[in-house]
């Protein structure tokens, strides 16, 4: 569709990126307080962090509900259009929605913050407009001064934490796992994961002792998860944190699901570039040393050993990903994704070269995969979630804005 509008409202927020990553809660709070305090107004809000599984947990949490409650998700970042963000009712915002929310919050003053907070902004002044029953908030980056954390939220979910981000968010898990516990507040329901390092969960634990009530997830929690659409054994973790949130929901009276149906929601339950098969290629956004040894668990798991099409920001741990990912696949096509965070395919070639793998480089994606199927099927595409988004237009024709417009490199 792309209205003039629409691709006005692109253009306009592109030059937020100029202020980069500004972590901190006191120009979100002020600029909701400006547009009337819409954050009061998304029904009962579940506040969904950590280091990965985040998406998916959101996905799922939303299927659980979906049939029976209107919900909203905000989630971060996009794969390939900005309206994927904001999803109500399982419906992308439309153009029109997502242009009056976004005029509505220029003209509180949100041209002055970052885009993320801008987009946040957004978010909530649209969702408070549907309205719903249920919002679930996925986390930026970190959890503490997240611009999400500005929001009251009723229960709360640290999938897991894991190394990544390390020059804002700490340099050991210990510091990571407190930033990512900064969206626990007093008086909530709290979900403690086990999509992460085990290390990690005692400091959450520990964190957690200001919640009212505290799920953590274990063995038994997964064990008890009936089958799961999205592939892996990690996604059996996240859909125990899923099912967590459901119990907190009904113990708060909001929800109440039949066993039945949470079986059925999770035996379809969808979420884009998390192993997702078109044909011959798996496209994963794994995209740190964890979520990386989690996609090549899942390769074993299946017996698959592919060619690797991989591209990974300039911010990235990428001799961590790299270590990971090298032995698990045949050949390796490095390249890169068109936007300007994205590490050169031939430094992303010399990272695998060190470690001895068979490794090429392309320009582009579209170069990339007739290098890979010069060595056969399957081919796994990998190491980004902006990569992932352009191989869904490239080979679905998902949809696509008219330009790039993405989150800012955090540094």
Do not use: W
């Not at 989630?75 to 509505?104: F, G, Q, Y």
């Not at 969206?183 to 959450?204: D, H, N, T, Y």
Request: with cysteine; hydrophobic share 50%; charged share 20%.
């Amino acid at each position: 569709m792309d209205s003039p509008e629409y691709a006005e409202l692109l253009a306009r927020l592109l030059p937020a990126r100029r202020f980069g990553v500004v972590l901190g809660l006191e120009r979100i709070r002020a600029l909701l307080d400006r547009l009337g305090s819409p954050d009061r107004r998304l029904g009962t809000v579940v506040h969904v962090g950590g280091t990965n599984g985040k998406g998916s947990t959101v996905a799922m949490i939303a299927a659980l509900l979906g049939d029976h409650l209107r919900v909203a998700t905000y989630t971060s970042p996009h794969l390939s259009c900005l309206r994927e963000r904001i999803v109500i009712d399982r419906e992308l915002i439309t153009e029109a929605a997502i242009v009056a929310a976004a005029d509505r919050v220029r003209d509180a003053g949100g041209d002055e913050l970052t885009f993320f907070e801008q987009l946040t902004a957004i978010a909530v002044v649209a969702i408070a407009e549907a309205p719903v029953d249920v919002t679930v908030l996925e986390v930026g980056l970190g959890g503490r001064l997240d611009a999400t954390t500005a929001i009251d939220a009723a229960i709360a979910v640290v999938t897991g934490v894991a190394m990544d981000h390390e020059a804002i968010l700490g340099d050991t898990l210990a510091k990571i796992a407190l930033e990512k516990a900064g969206i626990f507040k007093p008086g909530q329901r709290v979900v403690i994961g086990a999509s992460g390092e085990p290390a990690a969960v005692p400091v959450l634990c520990e964190a957690a002792r200001v919640a009212a009530h505290v799920t953590v997830i274990d063995d038994d929690a997964v064990a008890r998860v009936p089958p799961v659409a999205l592939p892996g054994a990690h996604q059996r973790r996240n859909a125990a944190a899923a099912l967590a949130v459901i119990d907190h929901l009904e113990a708060l009276g909001v929800a109440r699901i039949s066993n039945a149906h949470r079986r059925d929601a999770l035996a379809r339950v969808f979420h884009p570039g998390r192993f997702e098969v078109i044909d011959d290629v798996i496209l994963d956004g794994a995209h740190n040393p964890h979520g990386a040894a989690v996609l090549v668990e899942t390769l074993r798991e299946r017996g698959i050993r592919p060619v690797l099409v991989i591209a990974v920001s300039a911010d990235k741990d990428v001799p961590g990903i790299a270590g990971v990912l090298a032995p698990a696949a045949r050949a390796v096509i490095a390249t890169r994704y068109q936007q300007d965070r994205s590490l050169p395919p031939e430094q992303l070639a010399a990272s695998f070269a060190d470690l001895g793998a068979a490794v090429e480089h392309a320009p582009d994606l579209a170069a990339a995969l007739v290098a890979a199927r010069r060595h056969g099927a399957p081919i796994l595409v990998a190491g980004s979630l902006f990569l992932v988004g352009e191989a869904r237009v490239l080979l679905l024709g998902a949809p696509a804005d008219p330009f790039v417009v993405s989150d800012p490199p955090a540094r």
